[in-house]
C-alpha cells in the first residue's frame, strides 16, 4: 500500500476554519484519513467541535463491539470507508459482510476511495453492496465508463480532489451531472493531504463558471444534504 507509515502535517479544525472563512459552508462531511487507521478518537474529536451538520466516515474494523458502534453512531458517524488505494481500513474481503452489516443495523453507507481503473474488476462485489458513494470522481480517466455506470445505477460521486485526478474534472462533473444530476457531491478535500495540487478557490471557482445556479445548489449542497440527512432519518 501507498500509505507506507506516512503522517501529515497537523491540521486542525481552526486551521480549517481559517482556510474556509469565506465561504457560506453550513455543514459536511469529516473522513477519516488512512494515516489514522482505526482510531477514532481524531474523528470524534472533530465531531463534537464542528456539531450537528457534520457527518462522520469512518475506518472500522469488522470485529469492532456493537456498543462501540453505537456510540459512533450517537457520534454523527454515517458511514464506513474502504481505502483501497492506500490501506488503513478493512480488507476488501471483509467489504461486503461489513458494510451489510453496517447499513442493516444503523443504516450507513459505504464511501470507497478506489481508482475507477479497478472498479471493472469490483463490480461483482460492488453489486452486493446496499449503499456506497466513490471518492474524488475515481481518481483516473481510465475507468470513467464505469463510474459512469456506478451514477446511473444511483451511486454518489464525490466531486473532490481536483488536484489528485488526471483528467479534467469540470468535463467529467458535467458528464455525471447528465447522467445523474443527484449523484455529485462537492467537498473541498481539505486539507488535500499528498494530492498534487492541493483545493483553492479555482475549484469553486471552476463551478461557477460552468453550471448553472440550480446545479450549483444541487452538487454544492443539495445532493450531500439529502444523502447525509436519509441515512440519518434511517435509524433515528
Avoid at 60 to 86: D, T
Avoid at 139 to 160: F, H, P, R
Wanted: proline share 3%; glycine share 8%; net charge positive.
Amino acid at each position: 500500500m501507498e500509505n507506507n507509515g506516512y503522517l501529515p502535517p497537523d491540521f486542525t479544525v481552526e486551521n480549517y476554519r481559517a482556510k474556509v472563512k469565506n465561504y457560506e459552508i453550513v455543514g459536511g462531511a469529516i473522513v477519516s484519513g488512512s494515516f489514522q487507521k482505526f482510531d477514532q478518537e481524531y474523528l470524534l474529536d472533530a465531531l463534537k467541535t464542528f456539531g450537528n451538520n457534520y457527518f462522520g466516515v469512518a475506518n472500522i474494523p469488522i470485529g469492532m463491539k456493537g456498543c462501540e458502534l453505537q456510540k459512533l453512531n450517537e457520534s454523527n458517524i454515517r458511514a464506513v470507508r474502504f481505502n483501497l488505494k492506500r490501506g488503513g481500513s478493512e480488507s476488501l474481503k471483509n467489504m461486503v459482510e461489513l458494510s451489510n452489516k453496517l447499513y442493516d443495523h444503523y443504516g450507513w453507507h459505504t464511501e470507497l476511495y478506489v481508482d475507477s481503473k479497478d472498479l471493472k474488476e469490483l463490480k461483482s462485489v460492488l453489486k452486493q453492496i446496499p449503499k456506497f458513494s466513490i471518492d474524488h470522481l475515481g481518481l483516473s480517466q481510465k475507468g470513467l465508463m464505469d463510474l459512469y455506470y456506478w451514477a446511473e445505477k444511483g451511486v454518489k460521486i464525490k466531486a473532490t480532489g481536483f488536484g489528485r485526478v488526471d483528467f479534467n474534472p469540470i468535463t467529467v462533473m458535467k458528464k455525471i451531472y447528465s447522467i445523474n444530476p443527484d449523484a455529485l457531491m462537492f467537498g473541498t478535500d481539505l486539507p488535500s493531504t499528498r494530492a498534487k495540487q492541493p483545493f483553492t478557490d479555482d475549484h469553486l471557482i471552476r463551478i461557477k463558471e460552468n453550471f448553472s445556479a440550480d446545479q450549483q445548489k444541487k452538487i454544492l449542497f443539495q445532493n450531500a444534504k439529502d444523502w447525509y440527512e436519509k441515512t440519518k432519518a434511517n435509524k433515528a
